[in-house]
């Protein structure tokens, strides 16, 4: 499950606002209210939008080529945001969008985004793509650390020896970790908490030498 940002409640102890931001957001309503008051582009048909076309500068699209070249690239196998691909896909239309929207904020009557603009709508673009990571990291080290702890349960109260081979796991274990990609990171987790400690490789186990074999770690409550 995804988890939001923490809470600032208990910390916003900040006392009215300073002259230079009442200032800020009076300029912000006062050219929100302007635009909004400004009649919508319309075609002979009044009920019809007819918006103008806003090209890019060379400057400007050559910015947004290079930020959807590194996007595209980190979304391979294996690569920085290849669990983000949903987001990561869009991140230079949503670029371009927020460039237009704050070239437009600028002036209703612009017809070109500028360098300025773009990099503006990359910087943003890049932000919430950096939390999307974030909140898929943290969803799936939360998805990770559940398996961790239902395959500790199992070891601890259902497997019945000191040593367990990851093919017992995927035979008998829980069905949640019956395959062994799902395998891999809660058995790392396991042996990073403690309740695992892998065997030197080439041990016998059970009449036969095996390569990756682990001990469980028992509280001493259950010894």
């Known amino acids: 499950m995804q988890q939001s940002p923490p ?3 208990g910390t916003r102890l900040q006392r009215g606002c300073e002259p230079a931001s009442e200032k800020s957001v009076s300029d ?3 050219r929100l209210s302007l635009i909004l008051r400004t009649p919508m ?3 002979d048909n009044p009920q019809e939008l007819a918006p103008p ?3 890019l500068s060379d400057d400007a699209r050559e910015l947004l080529w290079r930020f959807y070249l590194v996007v595209e690239k980190a979304q391979r196998p294996g690569h920085q945001m290849e669990h983000v691909r949903a987001y990561a896909s869009k991140a230079a239309e949503q670029a371009a969008r927020i460039a237009g929207v704050l070239t437009l904020w600028g002036g209703l009557d612009a017809f070109e985004v500028s360098l300025q603009a773009m990099s503006w709508g990359v910087t943003l673009a890049h932000f919430y793509l950096g939390e999307a990571q974030r909140l898929a990291e943290t969803g799936l080290m939360t998805e990770e650390t559940a398996k961790a702890e239902q395959l500790r349960l199992w070891l601890l109260d259902s497997w019945p020896h000191d040593v367990v081979l990851p093919s017992d796991i995927l ?3 829980p069905n ?3 395959e062994r990609a799902k395998l891999t990171k809660p058995l790392e987790l396991l042996v990073k908490a403690g309740w695992l400690s892998r ?3 080439g041990g ?5 030498m095996r390569n990756e074999t682990y001990h469980i770690v028992k509280p001493l409550h259950s010894v």
Do not use: C, D, W, Y
């Open 176 to 178: 949640a970790l019956r």
């Open 204 to 208: 016998e186990v059970r009449g036969k």
């Open 171 to 173: 035979n008998k274990g």
């Open 53 to 55: 076309r806003m090209s």
């Open 7 to 9: 809470s600032a409640i």
């Open 28 to 30: 912000f309503v006062a």
């Open 41 to 43: 582009p319309t075609s």
């Open 199 to 201: 065997l030197p490789e």
